[in-house]
T-cell receptor, first 114, second 113 residues
Framework: ELKVEQNPLFLSMQEGKNYTIYCNYSTTSDRLYWYRQDPGKSLESLFV?????AVKQEGRLMASLDTKARLSTLHITAAVHDLSATYFC??????????????FGKGTHLIIQP | NAGVMQNPRHLVRRRGQEARLRCSPM?????VYWYRQLPEEGLKFMVY????????ESGMPKERFSAEFPKEGPSILRIQQVVRGDSAAYFC???????????FGPGTRLTVL
């Protein structure tokens, strides 16, 4: 059974600081997603990482993937209040074709304070 | 291009009633996924459908739950004889082809009294 673990699960930080969210997964996969969810809202796709060593950046967020370590990171640079949300990583359940359901981590609840 | 549509957005049912949740995928998307989210939890995969076919229902409870995606019309997740434990947010996602980014709808928040 594929397991996806995020840490930390809760993070409170100040504006202007940098921090990293970690996502570990238990079985081989070559496709990892990061989503953002605001309270009471749906999930917004942030990044899809498709290969070992992939790095993608959008504004103050940067995501990377190490398939050998089964680890992805989401790095926040010079945080601003608008980035407060819950961030989920998700992995394909079946990298061999067939099922395409995603397995999600529990999410990192991020609060950025002025 | 409208996004994934779900209705109703909020649904209240009494124990023993039926709940029907609808999902219209993005235009051009023929792959639909249903997920359930409990409070303070991540999303749990339930079922993956293409038009008229259930591809994977490994996350669906064996009893009371069913899903369909007919040739015409939205995908429907049906929960019969609801119980309090069914209270959750149910999200639908769609993608244009297999192993592609899934785009999520706004969700249906089901409350069972």
């Amino acid at each position: 059974e594929l397991k996806v673990e995020q840490n930390p699960l809760f993070l409170s930080m100040q504006e202007g600081k940098n921090y990293t969210i970690y996502c570990n997964y238990s079985t081989t996969s070559d496709r990892l997603y990061w989503y953002r969810q605001d309270p009471g809202k749906s999930l917004e796709s942030l990044f899809v990482l498709l290969s070992n060593g992939a790095v993608k950046q959008e504004g103050r967020l940067m995501a990377s993937l190490d398939t050998k370590a089964r680890l992805s990171t989401l790095h926040i640079t010079a945080a601003v209040h608008d980035l407060s949300a819950t961030y989920f990583c998700a992995v394909d359940m079946d990298s061999g074709g067939g099922a395409d359901g995603l397995t999600f981590g529990k999410g990192t609840h991020l609060i950025i304070q002025p | 291009n409208a996004g994934v549509m779900q209705n109703p957005r909020h649904l209240v049912r009494r124990r023993g009633q039926e709940a029907r949740l609808r999902c219209s995928p993005m235009k051009g998307h023929s792959h639909v996924y249903w997920y359930r989210q409990l409070p303070e939890e991540g999303l749990k995969f339930m079922v993956y459908l293409q038009k008229e076919n259930i591809i994977d229902e490994s996350g669906m409870p064996k009893e009371r739950f069913s899903a369909e995606f007919p040739k015409e019309g939205p995908s429907i997740l049906r929960i019969q004889q609801v119980v309090r434990g069914d209270s959750a947010a149910y999200f639908c996602a769609s993608s244009p082809w297999t192993r592609n980014t899934q785009y999520f709808g706004p969700g249906t928040r089901l409350t069972v009294l």
